[in-house]
């Protein structure tokens, strides 16, 4: 299956460091959590900063390698998002099973003793996090991308072209 002319293989080798990336600051976020830090500290350790961070990364490869076009900033984005709401199913999911609270199942709308509000969590994630996030990555990436064939023209690109 291709996506923009590329297969789903070369997508994940080209995002492989920001998947990588992005699962670094989930792992830091739950330790920062997890030794007390300062609420400021925490907040500063965010994955879904690290998942736009990433997307702005992707666009930035895209252009430099002059791989694909719009479509891969949004298959990046999509990809990049699911994985990131992925790590957070997870970790609320291992809070669930284990009767304990991490900081992704520290909510004031959301009590980790109420079953259904942790399941209407990750229903939330699955459903708006990928969906709204996923969209607004795309939109950032596709005017990085706009900005970068204008100011930082690629020269093969404008050979093809032709």
């Given at each position: 299956m291709k996506i923009g002319g590329y297969g789903l293989r070369e997508y994940f080798r080209l995002?492989?460091?920001?998947f990588g990336l992005i699962?670094?600051?989930?792992v830091l976020r739950i330790i920062v959590a997890e030794a007390n830090s300062p609420?400021?500290?925490?907040?500063?350790?965010?994955?879904?900063t690290a998942t736009a961070f990433s997307?702005?990364?992707a666009v930035i490869?895209?252009?430099?390698?002059?791989?694909?076009?719009?479509?891969?900033?949004?298959?990046?984005s999509l990809m990049l998002n699911i994985w990131a709401e992925l790590l957070i199913i997870a970790a609320i999911l291992f809070a669930m099973i284990t009767h304990t609270n991490n900081i992704y199942t520290i909510h004031p709308s959301?009590?980790?003793e109420a079953e259904a509000a942790t399941l209407s969590h990750i229903y939330?994630?699955?459903?708006?996090?990928?969906?709204?996030?996923t969209l607004g990555g795309a939109a950032?990436?596709?005017?990085?991308?706009w900005l970068q064939r204008i100011l930082v023209p690629n020269k093969e690109r404008d050979v093809i072209n032709l």
């Amino acid at each position: 299956m291709k996506i923009g002319g590329y297969g789903l293989r070369e997508y994940f080798r080209l995002l492989a460091p920001l998947f990588g990336l992005i699962g670094a600051v989930w792992v830091l976020r739950i330790i920062v959590a997890e030794a007390n830090s300062p609420p400021q500290i925490i907040r500063i350790v965010s994955v879904t900063t690290a998942t736009a961070f990433s997307i702005i990364l992707a666009v930035i490869f895209f252009h430099a390698r002059n791989f694909g076009g719009y479509t891969s900033v949004f298959v990046a984005s999509l990809m990049l998002n699911i994985w990131a709401e992925l790590l957070i199913i997870a970790a609320i999911l291992f809070a669930m099973i284990t009767h304990t609270n991490n900081i992704y199942t520290i909510h004031p709308s959301f009590p980790a003793e109420a079953e259904a509000a942790t399941l209407s969590h990750i229903y939330t994630h699955l459903t708006l996090g990928i969906g709204i996030g996923t969209l607004g990555g795309a939109a950032v990436g596709f005017l990085m991308l706009w900005l970068q064939r204008i100011l930082v023209p690629n020269k093969e690109r404008d050979v093809i072209n032709l």
